[in-house]
């Protein structure tokens, strides 16, 4: 009886510990370019949206910034803010490789997820220059809980 007790009385003193762990994760983040009147689309169709950013990326002269959109989720951490952050590689047209950090704090998604926007605009976006490369990670103080990067990170 002891045998088969003790197997099962592990198994529920692991679950238990697992479930009060925190943990999250970056689900998918989207990068868009804005237009000079701040907008990444024009109709809120993927297509038109697929379709107007690369009008944008043929047309740089009309673009005023990059929007990251991240999608990321959380499991065990209610009661704290949680950190957001970007770091984004650029090119300028003239210079060395830059490195900008975009931060944001934000509360607890749960299970569901969130979206969360974090836009480059401006001086900011004129100085880092094309954007190459892209890492978005989620803290949980001093603990990555997830990270999401682009190819070339």
Known sequence: MLRRVCPFLILLFATALSACAASGRVVKVLPHLLDLRGRHTVFPSLYDRDAYQAYLRQNTNKISGVRFNVEWKTRGVEDRMLKLR????????????????????????????????LPLTGDDYRNIGEVTAWRATLWDGD??????????W
């Open 86 to 117: 970007i770091e984004v590689r650029g090119m300028p047209a003239f210079g060395k490789p830059t490195l900008t950090v975009l931060e944001k704090e934000v509360a607890p998604a749960g299970r569901l997820g969130r979206w969360t926007s």
């Open 143 to 152: 603990k990555l809980l997830g990270e999401q990067k682009s190819f070339l």
